[in-house]
């Protein structure tokens, strides 16, 4: 069974940071892209940060520069650093592993207060 365990969400004040975790289960991890995506309320999901097997990785335009995504495939969890939040970077983020079928995670709340 597949499973994608996100943390490290919570509420924080705007140019504060925050370090998603994205624990997996049930798959090879070191084979598969991972992502992070975002919903805000009342927006389509979107994707913010992927890295793939071999370590390349693409960012949102809107979060080059403040965001880095990494992953440790010893203990088979992905992260997002994320600095210098803004308030549009309230939504849900959400874990997603692809490997010619994707899976998702439950998803973790972050708020940010301007």
């Known amino acids: 069974q597949v499973q994608l365990v996100e943390s490290g969400g919570g509420l924080v004040q705007a140019g504060g940071s925050l370090r998603l975790s994205c624990a997996a289960s049930?798959?090879?991890?070191?084979?598969?892209?991972m992502g992070w995506y975002r919903q805000a309320p009342g927006s389509s999901r979107e994707l913010v940060a992927r890295i793939t097997s071999g370590g390349s990785t693409n960012y949102a335009d809107s979060v080059k520069g403040r965001f880095t995504i990494s992953r440790d495939n010893a203990k088979n969890t992905v992260y997002l650093q994320m600095n210098s939040l803004e308030s549009a970077d309230t939504g849900v983020y959400y874990c997603?592993?692809?490997?010619?079928?994707?899976?998702w995670g439950q998803g973790t709340q972050v708020t940010v207060s301007s």
């Open positions: 049930g798959i090879i991890f070191r084979l598969y892209t």
């Open positions: 997603n592993a692809w490997f010619g079928r994707e899976h």
